[in-house]
């Protein structure tokens, strides 16, 4: 599910419910989004990111085709959208943050590339791969059978959904049973949509009582809804869930799920052309950072480090294709 905000209009509706501050020093270099009241620790929101970089490895550059080595750029697609922490902008409205540009840096600079990111819709995306615009993408991309019949992949983060409730609910999610009766939200249309109307029912079907699902058009909607006590809980993608327990401090995650649902783990992962003979210098880097701790700083940074993965792997199973 992307998201369509610009931060400075989340950060202003959660400041006015008192979930959060945006505070510093005036300057927006040192800006940081934190729990009310809390002085010391926080995720810099500001355009000075002090952004965690590699050093190239010869022999993992050495993967990377002629030409791209020869033009010492790697053109990077990404989404427009502002969905923190994923992808979104800075105090300053232009400068492109996140643990996506984090991540896709790592790789640029562990294969000796000056990275060159372009930021547009999420559709024009794979146009972008397909015309062979974009060297690749690191986007949030799930990896899906329908996909890999026209991109690669080298994966670098699970796909993970979570439940979030308010702080000190002493409430924990791992299968249906444990949201029956509870009145959860949910983004219509969505991935986790599907796996909790499912769960509802199997919850019907065992004897139990449905899940009451209620649908907010905003995050910032169920961030209010949540702190009143009109819902139990949210069921959303992980990383945005995380964001906002690391940066308002009034929520938890009390259950994570996959988000390609039973029985397969959903795995995000650098998205390129078929045959761009890219895949295997991608993976490559990812496992360079993975091993020389990089890569976790950079997941701590902004909250994801339990989506970690130990080793980067070339179009593993991905999510099964929809029947028409």
Request: hydrophobic content about 35%; overall charge neutral; aromatic content about 6%.
């Amino acid at each position: 599910m992307s998201t369509h905000r610009t931060l400075s209009v989340a950060l202003a509706t959660l400041t006015a419910a008192g979930l959060l501050t945006a505070c510093g020093s005036g300057d927006t270099a040192t800006t940081e989004v934190k729990p009310k009241g809390q002085q010391d620790t926080g995720i810099n929101i500001g355009p000075d990111q002090h952004r965690i970089r590699g050093t190239k490895v010869d022999a993992i550059a050495a993967k990377v085709p002629a030409a791209i080595r020869e033009r010492g750029t790697l053109r990077l697609g990404a989404s427009a959208d502002a969905s923190p922490p994923l992808g979104f902008y800075a105090t300053d409205d232009k400068t492109r943050i996140g643990s996506e540009i984090d991540i896709a840096t790592l790789i640029a600079d562990t294969l000796g590339l000056k990275p060159q990111f372009e930021e547009v819709s999420w559709e024009n995306l794979f146009v972008g791969l397909d015309s062979s615009k974009f060297d690749g993408v690191l986007s949030n991309v799930t990896v899906t059978e329908e996909r890999k019949e026209k991109y690669d992949f080298a994966t670098y983060r699970l796909d993970n959904i979570a439940f979030e409730a308010k702080k000190g609910s002493g409430w924990k999610v791992k299968e249906p049973k444990d949201v029956a009766g509870k009145t959860i939200s949910v983004a219509s249309g969505t991935n986790q949509e599907k796996i909790l109307v499912d769960w509802s029912e199997q919850n019907v079907e065992a004897g139990r009582k449905p899940v009451d699902i209620k649908y907010f058009q905003k995050d910032t909607d169920y961030y209010l809804a949540l702190q009143s006590g009109r819902i139990d809980a949210y069921l959303g993608p992980s990383p945005s869930a995380n964001y906002h327990v690391a940066s308002a401090g009034q929520s938890e995650i009390v259950g994570t799920l996959s988000g390609a649902g039973d029985g397969l783990q959903g795995k995000i992962a650098v998205t390129t052309k078929k045959g761009s003979g890219l895949v295997e210098a991608y993976a490559a880097a990812v496992d360079h950072i993975v091993q020389d701790g990089s890569y976790a700083k950079v997941l701590k940074r902004w909250g994801l480090s339990g989506e970690a993965v130990t080793k980067s792997e070339i179009n593993p199973p991905g999510l099964p294709k929809t029947e028409n």
